[in-house]
């Protein structure tokens, strides 16, 4: 198997589709025997002390043109055609011939899926590469155009302030262009002629329980939400919270939400009541559209109990909601069984067949906003992102089309949750927009047994596969290595589409996002925001806006600035650390400020501490995340207990309980670390370096502890480390 590091995302197409693999059964014939071939190329390297001349082009040291300077760092791809000769020392496998492992330096694409490819090779990549950096407006319009627009956009293409010193930040792409994105995902498709392809597949949580939507039921059915929507006061601009488990029912409500203006936000269906209520609080929505409950696996989730209390809490900060739809799922809870309160919740069932399967479009401008997702904040606070329409549709779609080398045939499944940023881009608007079929699963991966992801891609013949490398580490740990190798026709890295790798357009590292999509112009910066060029480590920044950028915070446009323009002045800071090679690959090395990533789920630490000195007998906590082979990375609580409560198990199990019922599950501290002191400076600040090594059980890299108000602590956590 490729190895896959936690900050990565993974794209894998399964073999059996109509395309040429990548991948092919091991056991298929005697030519996939495994070959690992040396290969050749003399490298030309940026010297980080080459001059400049005038027009901001790059001189080698015998004063020879090299490529202009926002190219730099994907110039090598141009000397590293597929076929290279032999570069010592260097191992590679081609896709098709062979299963790429751990000992592979490189991955190259196969001449037979390369020619196929929408970017097939690292010229044609560097020819529109170079079109979307000298020429944004000309490039992202010719893409726009694919699409309608009741009306264009005017001059400008793109308005932006990306510097801090030059006054509010501002990011705007097809102002006074007028859309809407679900008539492009749906009726546009539809009078392409697509009205009877599959939209989308559903599998359920149990084997045999499916079902499937064409482009034409989809639109009707999104049409009969929004008519209900709007008839209870819904309009353009207001809000609704949508708490659904992943049903078709999920992006119908996204979709019809998009229909007639009004912003979405889906709060993944894993957050406790009390996340549920800050998030109703905060964007105060016109209705709430839940589920009565759901199984995943063996285990039941009353979603509708949650919402209940989620209600209850915002009304205590004056936030009524008068509308609570519920889908009604008697696979996972009978209808008498459902909590219910008398005029304010209704069935779904009950209502939305009654309504017309037609829907007038609310068009709207391009910067219009059309989601807002909220994620962990390092204050404590989730953060209202907040996405706008024309940009998001384009830069979405595109990058399902390239990323992901989407052609009309393909049976596609991305495995997030619509909960999540990857769920609205990869499962919802990227694939509708692109005419795909989709495949949504309601289960647990693993159940009935670990096998249910290849019987899956068997049943739908799934071609693409997009999931996160935690199922895949989950599925080795339980055995399926061998499936995983044997249905797998293609994997790739990346864990964003800002730098992504491109199916066919060159040769892969391994575990390496590679090199920027069209339009981003990433760099590479110290603590004192100086750009470095050629291999280096750093903080990683982005240059220029993208159509997909987005916006604002809900409500909190300074915490926007200061989160991520600011702490490098004319950039936006990515929030991730970055390593760049000698061939101009990007690693990206994770976070650097105090958010974990577990399992895809961005975790403020400042909300799990929060929760977990809530418990009376907590004193102190401080969260840091460390490395864990199935999750990516895992939540590492040191805790300080109030004077006199001596340390016990049943004490660890109840903070532990006290996170879940107040974040959720998904947030529960992987180890409860006793500590009778936190190691802090004398003005306060706790030393999380400190504490992320002693989790990390590297003892030997503590470094200075001399800064300490009380250096003693350290050796009283490493000597609890096991308790």
């Known amino acids: 198997m490729i190895p896959v590091p936690y900050n990565s995302i993974v794209c894998a197409a399964a073999a059996g589709g109509a395309r040429e693999p990548l991948f092919r059964n091991p056991s298929a014939s005697a030519s996939a025997s495994v070959y690992l071939l040396q290969f050749n190329c003399n490298r030309r390297r940026i010297n980080t002390n080459n001059r400049r001349n005038n027009n901001n082009n790059f001189m080698d040291s015998n004063n020879n043109m090299r490529t202009e300077s926002y190219l730099r760092h994907v110039d090598s791809r141009k000397l590293m055609p597929n076929g290279a000769g032999h570069i010592p020392h260097l191992k590679a496998v081609i896709l098709g011939e062979a299963l790429a492992s751990e000992e592979d330096d490189l991955v190259l694409p196969s001449k037979e899926f390369s020619d196929q490819a929408n970017v097939h090779s690292p010229e044609q990549y560097m020819e529109m590469y170079k079109r979307s950096i000298e020429d944004p407006d000309g ?46 995902c749906l009726d546009r498709n539809i009078e392409a002629g697509l009205g009877d392809k599959v939209a989308l597949y559903w599998e359920g949580n149990e084997p045999g329980l499916d079902g499937s939507l064409t482009y034409s039921q989809l639109l009707n059915q999104v049409c009969q939400v929004a008519n209900y929507l709007k008839d209870i006061g819904v309009k353009k601009g207001d809000a609704v919270i949508v708490y659904l488990p992943m049903i078709n029912e999920l992006p119908i409500t996204m979709l019809a939400c998009a229909r007639i203006g009004a912003v979405h936000s889906v709060v993944f269906a894993g957050f406790s009541a009390e996340s549920l209520a800050q998030r109703i609080t905060d964007c105060k929505p016109k209705a709430v559209i839940t589920c009565n409950a759901v199984r995943r696996g063996t285990k039941p989730i009353l979603l509708k109990d949650i919402v209940d209390a989620a209600i209850n809490d915002s009304a205590k900060d004056g936030v009524s909601v008068d509308v609570c739809l519920v889908y009604d799922n008697p696979v996972a809870l009978k209808r008498e069984d459902t909590k219910w309160t008398q005029g304010r919740d209704i069935w779904w069932q009950d209502v939305i067949p009654k309504y017309p399967s037609t829907c007038p479009v609310e068009w709207v401008d391009a910067e219009d906003p059309l989601f807002l997702l909220y994620t962990s904040g390092s204050t404590g606070k989730p953060k209202g992102v907040l996405h706008t329409t024309g940009g998001y549709m384009v830069y979405t779609a595109t990058t399902f089309k390239y990323a992901f080398d989407y052609k009309p045939s393909d049976i596609y499944w991305c495995t997030a949750d619509c909960g999540w940023i990857t769920g609205h881009s990869y499962v919802t608007y990227g694939p509708l927009l692109n005419g795909a079929t989709v495949l949504v699963y309601e289960g647990a991966p693993n159940y009935p047994d670990a096998g249910r992801c290849w019987d899956i891609v068997d049943k739908y013949k799934v071609s693409i596969f997009y999931t996160a490398p935690t199922l895949v580490r989950s599925l080795m740990r339980d055995g399926e290595a061998s499936e995983i190798q044997g249905a797998l026709s293609r994997i790739l890295g990346g864990k964003q589409k800002l730098i992504t790798p491109l199916p066919g357009a060159w040769a892969q590292k391994p575990g390496s996002a590679t090199f920027p999509f069209f ?32 916006r604002t915070l809900y409500g909190d446009h300074e915490r926007y600035e200061t989160t ?136 030997d890299e503590l470094g200075d502890t001399s800064t300490l108000a009380d250096p003693n602590v350290v050796k009283q956590l490493i000597e609890l480390s096991d308790s």
């Open 139 to 184: 490039f992202w319009s010719e893409i726009a155009s694919q699409f309608y627009w009741k009306q264009k956009w005017g001059e400008k293409v793109c308005d932006e302030n990306f510097d801090v010193r030059d006054g509010k930040i501002k990011i705007e792409w097809f102002k006074g262009g007028i859309t809407n994105v679900c008539y492009n």
């Open 519 to 550: 339009g981003i112009q990433p760099v590479i910066v110290d603590e004192k925001g100086v750009e470095i060029d050629g291999e280096c480590s750093g903080y990683l920044c982005i240059k220029k806006s993208w159509p997909g950028a987005f």
């Open 564 to 699: 991520y323009f600011k702490p490098f002045a004319g950039y936006y800071f990515s929030g991730d650390g970055c390593r760049r090679d000698k061939d101009g690959y990007h690693w990206l090395t994770g976070r650097v400020d105090d958010v974990i990533n577990v399992s895809g789920h961005r975790i403020g630490t400042a909300e799990v501490e929060s929760a977990l000195v809530s418990h009376p007998q907590c004193a102190e906590a401080a969260v840091v995340g460390v490395e864990h082979e199935v999750k990516g990375q895992g939540i590492y609580a040191f805790v300080t207990l109030v004077d006199s409560v001596p340390y016990s198990e049943d004490l660890r199990k109840d903070l532990i309980l006290t996170v879940r019922k107040q974040i959720g599950a998904f947030a529960a501290p992987d180890k409860i670390h006793w500590a009778p002191g936190l190691p802090k400076t004398r003005s306060g600040k706790i030393m999380r370096r400190i504490l992320r090594k002693i989790a990390a059980r590297q003892l």
